[in-house]
């Protein structure tokens, strides 16, 4: 839902809303049902309420230019000991640059009866503090006194800051449920803005007006040149917002939780010259290759290439070849410094020197370099999973934290980051998997390229297993990991034997460390192969033999415990899955039982179980694949239902036994 | 004899693994301490070696300074394996931003923090600071440990300091140090290095025990006041005195405190009146800013912002019982686990945490002013050690009880029910003491309904089961015991096998244990683990018990276990019982530890009832 504030185009939603509960909306007017209330009726359990939550933002002249002028008043109710974390608060601002954010006027108060009265408790402007984050963030913070359950405590604050292009979310719902929650913006005619309204689909409260009550002034004040203007106010309101519940296996809670973005889409100026700041992708795009720290510093890059690779050398090469030689080039040579952003804060020659960056100041090196040895290639920007999908309804710099390489090999688009050296070089980092992003070319138009990996990555386990004299087990176990999952076994097991070790040591079998072997761990274009040998006790009952023929190696628990879900299960990219044991049926034994058969194919997921006898020896296999990375909740219960035939079938066990000797 | 122990698995580490690749080496840690009319000096320097990109770690330099403690002149630079500088650090490169403690709401920590690197390896970053302190009462705690998992092949630490200046030290898998006197200054010298990494094991000790380290202290320092570490009765006078200043309390609250222990006879009554007040009214906030790491806000802050730390609330709740005319002691410990020992024979501020203690004729009672628990339950946090006691001339330590087995007791019973599709309903019924009671009582205090029941369902809940409901009742005030119910879904019971069902076990939940030929430190239980269990299992229709039952005891000085069976009409009794003792035991017994706790473990991972089909 994306709008355009331009005035008289708006159409007004109602306002004929009955309100179960009708509460003052002032700072410090405070009624006993308030101070009574001791549960929400909509949300029994809910620990706190917030009762009202009121943001206006308004803009103020500065300088021939505007600063805005954000203020919050928020009252909460809360209900007992679990709530009283709320009255700890912290408030972020910005400062870094031509950005110097500043939080006045705070004012907190507790409110509890005692003795029948109304006690008010002020918070001392003592005891707010100041706490650094980063060289770009501070945040003040402050613990309103005199809390505990039942007490109402409310505050309010401003923000000045100078940061037009994008305004503060309005967050609309909170983790505790939320009674009322208003954002008024008072819309001066030189700074034009456009909205979007996530997780809600229209609003209880919506209301816009001229506020012809005081014109203000623009130019100096009453002077020959200044003019008259008036605002234009613009109200949004949502009522009993429930609270938002965190689920597992979600990309970023800014996905989903209810908001309001406000982006600058357009300036005018006193004189009626209008200049457009983003209404289109296309605007985007070119704002992006004019940036010093993004299309002006790739070019450079690729001015300086010659200083540290041979360019020349490498242009003769085939397209493949010196594309991977780039990538090998910058992979050994420079270090990511697990910083995301869009932009380089150095120059080419810095990066140079300091051999290390962030993904914007690497790989838009890299580009510079391949467009110098002769390969087409261009940034594209997106956002990381944490930083939550990209709305393409809302043109806006700000949604992405990302860049990425998309290069042209042989006449396909091929895409890559040099972040990570074990990370093959024509992939993308999962942190990067998220929907799609936006490639910066000289085109006119926007284009999208999908990041979505169309491949399967695959975990493959072969299970040898032969009996010994006693009746226990040994088996060679072959794991060979392909794709996201070799990356995940070269990151966390490594090719080191006693890491290995530890980590196998907890599946509770006895492995041989002497046994554990690896291939391909710096071949990161080949799958990577883990080879172990363990021993095991099996299960006897009786004259019979139970045996799991996968060992300790399939899930036992369904990872998806909820009943129900509101959001998407999102497995980041398609895996599949395969076993295949084989079983040499020990002497004077045969197999009593096998496991039936079980095959699964749709387009979302497929499973086939199969077992064979012969020759004495039994082979039992079993795969599995989840087509999709992303599911939604409306097949939620099927793909909790797949995972449920998962663990069924991936610990039935065989039983083998005596063969009885009547037959002798 | 921990130590004896550490330093024999040390020198036999060398031998094995000389000559292994390190990520990253420290070469060189060099620190020189200088005391001149009252202000305290370091200088440090490090030299560390990057052997490959997963040393790279060891670049991120984070450097801490507070209003107590300046930094400056940060030099830093890298040589190549040549020995070349190829890269110097701009000032420029130097960010800073707050520390603020996992405990602290506010606190007057910094650090200042830059990062070098280079390309091609091995190369060496150097880098340099200088830190003055203004007001301090130790001189340092220095090891030559820089991270735990990477050597140190030389550290050497020198202080410098006034002829007439005394200072009391501590060396743990250091040589003493070599001293020298020239005119009017003495100088101290420490060597140490630490080759062979060691890394953290379960159930251990506290891992810095197994660290080389020197701790510095003044014999006497001016920390807001004048204050000595000669004998714990001086320091116990020194805290007294920073107390003095913080007694007192607003007149209606005096007024309060007389009208609700009006009438009350019993001084143990009127102390658990005043307590659930403290509880009911007052939170923990931890603001410490300059020395209020030691000195706690007076209780007048307390009395009106109803919130403080531990050392306010403490002192606030000493003031309460004064006006209620009853005698308490602020008292000083090392709180948490692994248990920390104190060490007696080296006065020093060597405590987290601050309770209070008071005797009464015939009971004592201990109370932690920061719990929301039940009165007078010292809990896992405090229980079984040595604390401090602060009193004018008199300070003293005196040990907190320590829980018995019955003080950790956690009975559960599990109805178990088959279905037609072969899943199992399970119900059980907890009734929890120690450990669990106090994270259940966390859970039920101070955790919103949604993220208990995730925290139940991915938690608390035995794996495989699906929790269909769950309640958490909240036991009488100050009951140390907590019910717990809950009902769940598995197919995790009755495990089908052609003609048979087999049983499995609810398994006890035990620690994952190194096996022995891999351990390399002591182990060290803090207080029992008591559970006993009872299953009973319905038997399908249908079905009739085909195995004998193996019923098992095990009996060992580290502990007991037992597992018994019973046959019922239509259904199977389990009873199993385990009991670990709190205690210490050398690498030398681990394996017999070891031992019992493997046996446990596959009694209990062991399918031992078979169902077969009549």
């Not at chain 1, 663990?647 to 009885?660: A, F, P, Q």
């Not at chain 2, 490090?46 to 490959?52: D, R, V």
């Not at chain 2, 730390?309 to 948490?336: E, M, Q, R, W």
């Not at chain 2, 048979?500 to 207080?527: A, M, S, T």
Request: charged share 25%.
């Amino acid at each position: 839902m994306k709008k355009l504030l331009s005035t008289g185009l708006l159409m007004i939603f109602t306002l004929t809303l009955s309100f179960a509960q009708d509460f003052p909306l002032e700072f410090g007017n405070i009624s006993r049902e308030e101070i009574e209330m001791d549960q929400y009726s909509r949300d029994k359990d809910a620990e706190a309420l917030v009762l009202f939550d009121i943001g206006k933002t308004r803009f103020e002249r500065n300088n021939g230019s505007f600063d805005v002028m954000y203020e919050r008043t928020t009252r909460i109710k809360i209900f007992n000991d679990a709530g009283i974390e709320w009255s700890e608060v912290e408030i972020p601002f910005y400062s870094h640059g031509n950005i110097n954010e500043r939080v006045i006027d705070i004012e907190a108060f507790a409110y509890n009866e005692e003795e029948g009265e109304i006690v008010r408790t002020p918070l001392n402007s003592s005891d707010i503090y100041e706490e650094s984050i980063n060289e770009y963030w501070n945040k003040k913070k402050f613990a309103i006194p005199n809390v505990k359950g039942g007490t109402i405590i409310e505050y309010s604050y401003k923000i000045r800051s100078q940061h037009l292009f994008n305004l503060r979310d309005w967050e609309f719902q909170w983790s505790i449920p939320v009674l009322h929650s208003e954002y008024e913006i008072r819309m001066v005619p030189f700074l034009e803005y456009s909205w979007l309204l996530q997780g809600a689909d229209e609003f209880d409260i919506f209301d816009y007006y001229r506020d012809g009550s005081s014109p203000r002034y623009f130019g100096s004040t009453g002077g020959y040149s200044s003019r008259p203007y008036y605002d234009m106010v613009y109200r949004y309101g949502l009522r009993d917002v429930p609270a938002f519940i965190e689920d597992e296996f979600i990309t970023s809670v800014n996905d989903y939780i209810i908001k309001i973005d406000f982006q600058l889409a357009r300036i005018t100026s006193i004189d009626g010259s209008t200049r457009n700041i983003m209404t289109s992708w296309r605007e985007v795009k070119n704002s992006l290759s004019d940036h010093a720290g993004f299309g002006i510093y790739a070019n450079r890059s690729r001015r300086r290439a010659s200083r540290v690779i041979d360019t020349r050398e490498i242009s003769e090469k085939p397209d493949r070849e010196a594309f991977n030689h780039v990538m090998d080039f910058v992979k050994e040579n420079y270090r990511w410094n697990e910083r995301s952003g869009i932009f380089s804060g150095k120059s080419a020659r810095e990066f140079i020197n300091d051999k290390s960056g962030n993904s914007a100041e690497i790989n838009l090196f890299t580009i510079g370099m391949l467009n110098r040895v002769g390969i087409e290639a261009y940034p594209v920007v997106s956002s990381t999973r944490r930083h939550g999908r990209i709305r393409e309804d809302f043109p806006s710099l700000n949604q992405f934290n990302y860049v990425l390489i998309a290069a042209m090999i042989d006449g396909e688009m091929v895409l890559a980051d040099a972040t990570d050296p074990k990370l093959k070089n024509d992939r993308i980092p999962a942190r990067c998997i998220n929907e799609k992003g936006l490639i910066i070319n000289d085109g006119d138009d926007a284009e999208w390229v999908s990041l979505e990996p169309d491949f399967p990555s695959t975990i493959k386990r072969e299970i040898a297993i032969r009996f010994n004299e006693n009746n226990d087990i040994t088996a060679d176990i072959t794991k060979t990991a392909t794709e996201y999952d070799a990356l995940y076994y070269r990151n966390s097991f490594t090719d080191d034997k006693e890491e290995i070790f530890e980590k196998l040591d907890s599946k509770e079998y006895n492995i041989k460390e002497e046994s554990i072997s690896v291939q391909n761990h710096d071949k990161i274009e080949l799958p990577y192969i883990l080879d172990y040998k363990i021993s095991d006790a099996v299960q006897t009952i009786g004259e019979s033999i139970y045996l799991s023929p996968f060992l300790n190696e399939a899930i036992t628990e369904n990872p998806l415990s909820q009943e129900e879900r509101t959001y998407p299960v999102n497995m980041t990219y398609p895996g599949k899955r395969v076993f295949k044991t084989t079983i040499n049926i020990p002497e004077g034994y045969e197999a009593e039982y096998l496991p039936d058969r079980q095959r699964i194919n749709n387009q979302l997921f497929e499973l086939n179980y199969s077992t064979e006898s012969d020759n004495g020896v039994i082979t039992v296999s079993f795969d599995y694949h989840f087509k999709q990375s992303v599911y939604s909740p409306s097949v939620y219960s099927s793909v909790r239902f797949y995972y449920d035939q998962i663990v069924n079938k991936g610990n039935e066990m065989i039983i083998l036994s005596k063969i009885s000797d009547s037959n002798n | 004899m921990f130590s004896r122990c550490l330093v024999f698995v040390l020198l036999i580490l060398q031998n094995v693994s000389y000559g292994q690749d390190f990520d990253a080496e420290v070469l060189l840690f060099e620190r020189d301490i200088s005391i001149s009319r009252g202000r305290l000096i370091k200088n440090s320097r490090y030299e560390i070696l990057i052997n490959n990109r997963d040393g790279e770690k060891h670049t991120n330099v984070s450097i801490p300074f507070s209003s107590l403690k300046s930094v400056q002149n940060i030099n830093a630079y890298i040589k190549d394996n040549e020995g070349e500088v190829v890269r110097r650090l701009r000032r420029g490169e130097i960010t800073e931003r707050s520390a603020i403690s996992s405990v602290s709401f506010y606190d007057d920590n910094y650090v200042k923090e830059f990062s070098l690197r280079h390309n091609s390896y091995p190369y060496t970053i150097v880098y340099s600071y200088q830190e003055t302190h203004r007001e301090f009462f130790y001189i340092d705690n220095w090891s030559p440990v820089i991270a735990s998992s990477i050597p140190t092949r030389k550290a050497v630490l020198t202080l410098e300091l006034p002829d007439d200046y005394i200072v009391s030290y501590s060396n743990r898998f250091v040589d003493l140090p070599e001293k020298e006197t020239t005119r009017n200054r003495k100088r101290y010298r420490w060597k140490a290095d630490y080759p062979e990494p060691v890394s953290n094991e379960r159930m251990s000790p506290p891992f810095y025990s197994f660290l080389p380290s020197v701790v510095i202290v003044p014999i006497d320092f001016v920390y807001e006041l004048e204050g000595s570490f000669a004998t714990w009765e001086d320091f116990g006078n020194w805290q007294h005195k920073l107390l003095k200043g913080a007694a007192g309390l607003p007149d209606d609250e005096i007024r309060r405190i007389l009208s609700l222990t009006e009438g009350i006879e019993d001084d143990k009554e009127k102390i658990r009146i005043l307590y659930h007040r403290l509880q009911n009214e007052t939170r923990y906030i931890n603001v410490s800013v300059e020395t209020g790491g030691l000195k706690p806000y007076p209780a007048s802050y307390v009395a009106e912002k109803k919130y403080g730390d531990c050392k306010a609330l403490t002192n606030y709740f000493k003031s309460v019982l004064d006006v209620a005319g009853i005698k308490s002691y602020y008292t000083l410990i090392h709180a948490g686990s692994p248990v920390r020992k104190t060490d007696k024979t080296f006065p020093f501020q060597q405590f987290n945490h601050v309770i209070l203690h008071i005797p009464l004729a015939g009971d004592t009672l201990w109370l932690d002013c920061t719990s929301k628990g039940p009165f007078n339950y010292p809990g896992t946090f405090n229980q079984n050690r040595d604390a401090l006691v602060i009193d004018r001339d008199n300070s003293r330590f005196v040990s907190t009880p320590a829980m018995t087995k019955e003080d950790v007791a956690e009975k559960r019973k599990f109805g178990i029910s088959y279905n037609l599709d072969r899943s199992a309903t399970v119900s059980l019924h907890g009734k929890y003491r120690g450990a669990m009671f106090e994270l259940l009582l966390s859970l039920e205090r101070t955790f919103g309904e949604s993220d208990r029941s995730r925290f139940i369902r991915n938690n608390i809940l035995e794996s495989g089961f699906n929790m269909e409901s769950y309640s958490l009742y909240r036991p009488e005030r100050d009951s140390q015991a907590i019910e717990f119910k809950y009902s769940a879904n598995t197919r995790n019971i009755y495990n089908h096998q052609g003609n048979l069902i087999l049983l499995n076990n609810i398994p006890f939940n035990l620690p994952r244990l190194e096996r022995p030929e891999n351990r390399k430190l002591p182990v060290q239980i803090d207080y029992p683990v008591y559970r006993t269990d009872k299953l009973v299992y319905d038997i399908p229709r249908g079905y009739t018990v085909g195995s004998d039952f193996q019923n098992h005891r095990v009996v060992t000085d580290f502990g007991e276990y037992s597992l018994q069976f019973l046959e019922k009409e239509g259904s199977i009794e389990v009873v199993k019982s385990m009991l670990i003792h709190s205690g210490s035991y050398s690498v030398e017994e681990y394996e017999d530890f070891y031992g019992f706790i493997k046996e446990i473990e596959e009694s209990e991972n062991s399918t031992n009832i078979v169902l077969m089909k009549n």
